[in-house]
């Protein structure tokens, strides 16, 4: 850590910490999003738990919360809210009577596909500031980023 002070000296610092400029590019994301999500009155967790639900219809909420990197105590909000909009439908699992399944309702659906064109675009619109190559070259740069972070190395 440097023995300077002050913004300038922050900057400086931040600039060199490749977290800081992964995490700046995951806020622009976020934010991004969320200004869009608005208009369906979805936060980007609820928009995130309904495009999971749209592929993996009954999932609990311990398999949501893995899926969307939340904690469950997170997803157990998320899904209380969605429920009280009636955008999903909670049930008791055939297999296991206290973990409770998960549903998107008719409405649920319908404003999932909204909601996602709106997220899709803001996708393409972030891919399309980088040429097929740079895309590929990105992609495996942040899988990288991400194996060594979490990779078996660091246990």
């Known amino acids: ?3 300077r002070s002050g913004i300038a000296a922050l900057d400086a610092e931040n600039a060199s910490r490749l977290g800081h400029v992964i995490k700046l590019a995951e806020q622009a994301l976020t934010s991004v999003k969320a200004n869009a999500l608005r208009e369906f009155e979805l936060t980007v967790p609820q928009y995130s ?11 609990s909420g311990a398999q949501l919360a893995r899926i969307c ?9 998320v899904l209380a809210n969605l429920e009280t909009k009636g955008l999903i439908q909670r049930s008791p699992s055939s297999v296991h009577q206290k ?5 998107l ?13 709106k997220a899709k675009a803001i996708e393409d619109r972030l891919a399309e500031a980088f040429d097929p190559a740079e895309r590929d070259h990105l992609t495996a740069l ?4 991400i194996d060594a972070l979490t990779g078996a190395n660091n246990a």
Not at 49 to 59: E, N, T
Not at 105 to 117: C, E, I
């Open 142 to 145: 942040l899988e990288r980023a």
């Open 1 to 3: 850590m440097s023995t």
């Open 99 to 103: 973990v409770l399944v998960t549903r």
């Open 49 to 59: 738990a309904m495009v999971a639900l749209s592929f993996v219809p009954g999932a």
């Open 105 to 117: 309702t008719r409405s649920g659906q319908a404003l999932v596909r909204k909601a996602d064109a």
């Open 69 to 77: 990197a939340v904690t469950p105590q997170t997803m157990a909000t």
